[in-house]
């Protein structure tokens, strides 16, 4: 029964992450980080899963190298987070994330190589230490991963929660990566734990099949998110494409400009009342890369996309509220303003306002005033 079930995160793992990468439309860059986390997962599965198939040398040189997938874990899930969020992601520095894995790729063939010959337990103790380096280095790795994510979410929270739907469903895409970075991180320590007490080596079959349902658990959440809360996996982030598209800074001079063409748009064209204005559209409006857009407002307003955009749809939302003469009601002005909806709107004009737009509207009516239904 437990190897169907983990044969079925195999296959559903390589579907679901061979479709993300043949995507052509939407965030490919995020469809990639995620397709090549759901491949690795389901690899680190299948290789397990094939000892008794392969010959013996072979096997223990695979799964050598499988311990290697948690230094790219961490890289892939900062760079998924990244392209949730539509944070600028300069790929000449994201690249370097990778050298971890690369020199771990290394250490974990020569130690693969070395266990061929040892046969009996318990293992040699030159090879044990190095057994025990590598997974320190794994918790290491996976920690700062998890230290940098949870603290760039409590400051990104504030924003993206004042956002429209789409901003929260990909916050809660970004949580499941970091809650997926903190599993991994578990999974490493609790190893390396079994593996000093030698408990490893007394129970290897049943405690490798623990955390392979672990590792499956969480490519089931992954199709469960992907069927049911699609990311806009979606929201479109241009890559780079010449000279013109790098991804090096702006310039004070080149900020000032696109500050003011965008303030344009906004107070001038009234941008923010689309109901589904993206990142993207903005980017194409100023013909910028939509990471500089985001860097703009990042550097400059220390907002992120959707909280710019809020604070014009809220002003304009407080005018209506205040006028005694209009007669709109809440849900109405909140789609007039470019909500898709009077959740959203009332979650967003309270962060803002400290007030609900009920208690903004009573405060500014006289009493002869009469209000629309709610």
Known sequence: MWLTLLYFSILQGLF?????????????????????????????????????ILPKSLTIIAISLVQTFPFLYGPLILGFVYTASA?????????????????????????????????????????????????????????????????????????LSAGDESSHTSLAWIRLGILGLKVFLGIVVLYFMLLVSGWYYLYNQQITIFFLFIISSFIHVIAFRIINYPLDIHRPIPESKGPSYSYSSLSDDDMAYHAARLEGLMTGDKLYRENDLKLQDVATRLEIPAYWVSQLLGEKYELNFFGFVNQYRIAEAQKMLSDNQCQETILGIAFAVGFNSKTAFNRAFKRNTGQTPSEFRKRFSQKNSTLPEE
């Open 16 to 52: 679901l992450g061979t479709t993300l990468l043949m995507r052509r439309t939407g965030n490919r860059l995020g469809n990639r980080f995620l397709a090549s986390l759901l491949l690795l997962l389901s690899l680190h599965i299948g290789i397990f899963l094939a000892e008794g």
């Open 87 to 159: 944070t600028a992601l300069p790929a000449s520095r994201f690249a370097k994330h990778f050298i971890a894995g690369g020199f771990a790729l290394i250490v974990a063939a020569v130690i693969g190589w070395q266990l061929q010959s040892a046969t009996n337990y318990p293992i040699p103790a030159t090879l044990q230490t190095m057994l025990y380096l590598f997974f320190a280095l794994q918790f290491l790795h996976l920690f700062g991963y998890a230290i940098y994510l949870s603290r760039w979410l409590r400051k990104a929270l504030p924003t």
